[in-house]
């Protein structure tokens, strides 16, 4: 038993030894679960069990270790390296996870994100400055109301148009009839602009329905996928990235992923979660609140993600930042200063409210960041 | 528009008008995800949109909120339902998911467990007293190491065997052949003791290899499945549970679910994460970490578990909860008040520990308990 090994920081609650204490039973916990005295010596001893790398302060009652696992525990399967990295130890307070190392071996088992950013670029004819999205909101509208609003958000110059991440196969409003509606509605409307927006429908769905819902959807001419891996597990998205019958680009929600890090103390920072899971998962765009809306998140949190999609990560693409929300005229400069040009701004409620013509409140937001395409 | 609601009790950190407008915003953010002057009149704002029903304090500085939902939005699927439960508010500070109340309409959309405390009972012929369950550890063993193990237990006389929940197909213990072992050596220790101690595998797995293990599992004599919801998705277990193809008992991990719970002023309460959408998502018995073990639930959060998993719910049968580690002699009398009979204690390195040999320590503990079958 040998071979590569993959690399997690943990921040860990606590004075130094009752940290350090900590580290060593996450060793344990995360591999072979027993306790130490029972651990046989050889290889589950010497490889098996987690290895404390590094062990340092941090800040007054944080310390972080860096624990090493033999890349082999994960088995190669994102469900079980999820379970090495953090699966029993999430029970604990006090504890959270800061980053991840991966390795050639094990990053090469995921196929990771198709498109990332310049992919998705070159399919929107897109190549500088950033991107602008809109959702197709509220629930309760019916395949022709949503049609509508997206044919004037696609002719308004948006780039790309998803469903809320709500919106599933409601009786009120079919998967099927909403998606092959607003699929043609963009059509339509690109035949009109002579640009290629994108339709990203929502394929969260009972865990058999997803491949059939992303078939459909491709079928009828989406231009991707919206998915919810809080929802779905995140082995569905990956899934959705590596199989070769589709051959769409993928935003990720995070919908029901907000207990992982609204704690400083236990879950996931920010950047790991948002970054790091995503583009192993196979996301193209990550989507999370944006600092300064109706969410909790921090400029700085914003920035570590933003940071964590486009970092390198062995021969994965950057993916876009997705940020959602919290964008008014006033903090344009900023948010380009934070994000740059490599940013996908997911803009929903704000341009539905700025005036009732959809179209004028898309071509007014593309104008404040710079875009005069 | 019309029909039937389920109802979602939210605890609310704030001062009273604080509170009650963060209901307000639960109940737009959960549905229609746009501001209220946005929201259309009609069936949208009458039906759709999220209504209080109730609100009320808790104690200082916490409020309750009961919030009704139009069944139909969840279009009647599990990841949907859990996104409308608490897909975006997940992500807001100060907000716990305290119960759901769910009516007949939504219930019976969705199979529940298959056999319940009863239908295990019935499977493993022991109709009295606390049932017992280990688990095969620690990783790095081979699949003939774990079969020996399986032996050893199932003749000391254990009703359950599951796999540790992080063994899965990693190349130096192969699912098939350890599936097939390990069931192969219980079938042949049921044939010494003439009881049916049955063996749990691990079928979690990439999203597409789940149904393919679990059927495997059940062609080689296995004789349940262990999954780990939060690292497949709930709905992955669901579709185990409703799967015609599949007749075997579910026991569901809760391996990554830790930060769902960890805060008291966010995510789920332990009664609704670890019994009530257990139940909800097919699963015959619930583990969760018991009091005074190495994780930090009190007594009375274990207490309120194992209220869950047994109130009535539509016509789903009551399951077992599954309360892991923490056990002493001196803890049991304790326990049994806590838990009563109808509960499944799980030992895993306390049986690896008490001696080397694991028959006699499974009986052992099974005379702690009281039983003498």
Known sequence: M?????????????????????????CLEQTVEI??????????RDWILGQIEHFAPVRDGVFQAQISYAAETSAFELPQLLNVIFGNTSIKAGIRVENLEFGQELLGKFSGPRFGIQGLRKVLGVHEKPLICSALKPMGQSPQEFADNAYAFAVGGIDIIKDDHGLTDQSFCPYNERVEACAEAVDRANRVTGKNCLYFPNVTAPV??????????????????????????????RALAADDALNLPIMSHPALLGSMV????????????FGQLQR????????YPNYGGRFGFTREECASISQSCRMPMGSYPPIFPSPGGGMTMEKVTDMLTVYGNDVLFL???????HSPDL???????????GRKD
Chains 1, 2 share one sequence.
Do not use: W
């Not at 179209?359 to 960041?369: E, P």
């Open 262 to 273: 609204t704690s400083s103390k236990n879950g996931f920072a920010h950047a790991v979660l």
């Open 359 to 369: 179209t004028a409140n898309t071509r007014y937001f593309l104008s404040l960041i």
């Open 2 to 26: 040998s071979g590569e090994r993959f690399r997690v920081t943990y921040h860990i609650c606590g004075d130094e030894s009752s940290a350090f204490e900590k580290a060593k039973d996450i």
């Open 347 to 353: 803009m929903g409620g704000g341009l539905y409210g």
């Open 208 to 237: 058999q329905e997803i491949f059939t819902r992303a078939r459909f959807a491709q079928d009828v001419g989406a231009g991707g996928f919206l998915i919810n891996p809080g929802l779905t597990g995140f082995d569905a998205m």
């Open 35 to 44: 306790s130490d005295e029972l651990v046989p010596d050889g290889p589950i």
């Open 280 to 287: 192993l998962a196979g996301a193209d765009a990550s989507v």
